[in-house]
């Protein structure tokens, strides 16, 4: 990596964990919240590629997560936000509406979280909980 393209990552890295933190808006009935930062992580991958987005969604994200009392969900966060900030980067070029993409990526967010809470409670019936809450995050991302 180049020392700007470390810079923007290092960048947008904080841009994440800031719009994320800064911004909780918790859901009730879950122990979540909602917040802004998966616009920056979308914005990362769009602009800056895949390895940014990836880069920027995990880490910022994660870093939320080990900050806010969370630390058992930053594993499964840093490879579902990175996985966002990848596919915004990786699809941006295949003639794909913006808005589509966006809300693609968002699906892979709410299937991620479900994938991982069924790990960490060992139900699915628990997890499907999340579900309409991880939606509505989605749904403010994009």
């Known amino acids: 990596m180049k ?17 994320t933190l800064i911004i909780q808006i918790p859901i009730p009935g879950t122990s979540g919240y909602v917040n802004l930062g998966d616009s920056f992580i979308l914005l990362s991958g769009y602009f800056f590629g895949p390895i940014t987005g990836f880069i920027a969604g995990g880490f910022g994200s994660a870093l939320t997560d080990l900050s ?5 969900w930053a594993p499964f966060t840093l490879i579902i936000k990175g996985i966002i900030g ?9 003639k794909l509406n913006v808005y589509l993409l ?19 409670t ?11 809450a991880n939606s ?4 403010i991302g994009v």
């Open 3 to 19: 020392t700007r393209r470390i810079v923007l990552t290092a960048i947008f890295i904080a841009l994440v964990y800031v719009a």
């Open 68 to 72: 806010t009392g969370y630390g058992l």
């Open 86 to 94: 990848l596919l915004m980067g990786y699809f941006k070029n295949r």
């Open 102 to 120: 966006a809300v693609f990526a968002e699906i892979w967010m709410v299937i991620g979280y479900l994938l991982g809470g069924t790990i960490l």
């Open 122 to 132: 060992g139900s699915l019936a628990v997890s499907l909980g999340s579900v309409p």
């Open 136 to 139: 509505i995050q989605g749904i």
